[in-house]
């Protein structure tokens, strides 16, 4: 089965820099790739997501890329803010009625 | 999108006993999922709760620790059986989306379990 595996566990950073997150996928059937934000007590949020048919999707200040080759994909935040301080989980999924597979996930911390 | 209502929200519950989770789905969908979310950890899936049949289990779960019904399109239930503290987590149902793409997972908001 599929196996996701993401870097770094923790990562602190200051207020308006960047953060990026790496995951890494084993299964080449896979084609879908989520990104969920999770605040301290609450469920996952879908936050954006990539299919293998592109290499990179922006929305704001948030980007995805993709590198099928290597299988590996990640999630870049610019122009941080304390309210992007949460746990990030990628997954990747083959998609259609497919179950989705977690990475072990990212505490990321905005120091104001 | 999916509206998911999944109770109850919170319980906690003596060892040995059962507790029966419910999901209700505003709209018809094809999947429905079962995850764990042990403290700190990542989203561990339980199971897939098949319409009309019984439900796939992951690797390391159990029908007779978790039972899981799926009666109709809309509605799902597991049951977390002869607890004990190990149990202790949070239960998320999971849907796929709906339309042809049912590929990003939709999440109840979850059923925190302590068990004493």
């Known amino acids: 089965g599929e196996n996701v595996e993401q870097h770094p566990s923790t990562l602190s950073v200051q207020e308006g820099d960047s953060a990026v997150i790496k995951c890494t996928y084993s299964d080449s059937a896979s084609n879908y790739f989520p990104w969920y934000k999770q605040e301290l007590g609450k469920r996952p949020q879908l936050i954006i997501d990539?299919?293998?048919?592109?290499g990179e999707k922006k929305d704001q200040r948030i980007a995805v890329t993709l590198n099928k080759t290597a299988k590996h994909f990640s999630l870049h935040i610019t122009e941080t803010q304390p309210e992007d301080s949460a746990v990030y989980f990628c997954?990747?999924?083959?998609?259609?009625?497919?179950?989705?597979?977690f990475g072990t996930g990212t505490k990321l911390q905005v120091i104001p | 999108s999916a509206v998911i209502s999944q109770k109850p929200s919170r319980d906690i519950c003596q060892r040995g006993t059962s507790l029966t989770i419910q999901c209700q789905v505003d709209s018809q969908v094809t999947m429905m999922f079962w995850y764990r979310q042990q403290p700190g950890q990542s989203l561990t899936l339980i199971a897939t709760?098949?319409?009309?049949?019984?439900?796939?289990?992951e690797s390391g779960f159990v029908i007779d620790k978790f039972p899981i019904s799926r009666p109709n399109l809309t509605f799902s239930t597991l049951t977390v059986s002869n607890m004990s503290p190990e149990d202790s987590s949070i239960y998320l149902c999971?849907?796929?989306?709906?339309?042809?793409?049912?590929?990003?997972?939709?999440f109840g908001q979850g059923t925190r379990l302590t068990v004493v």
């Open positions: 709760a098949n319409q009309g049949s019984e439900a796939t289990y």
């Open positions: 997954a990747a999924s083959s998609g259609g009625y497919q179950k989705v597979t």
């Open positions: 990539i299919r293998s048919n592109v």
């Open positions: 999971s849907v796929g989306g709906t339309g042809v793409l049912e590929t990003e997972a939709f």
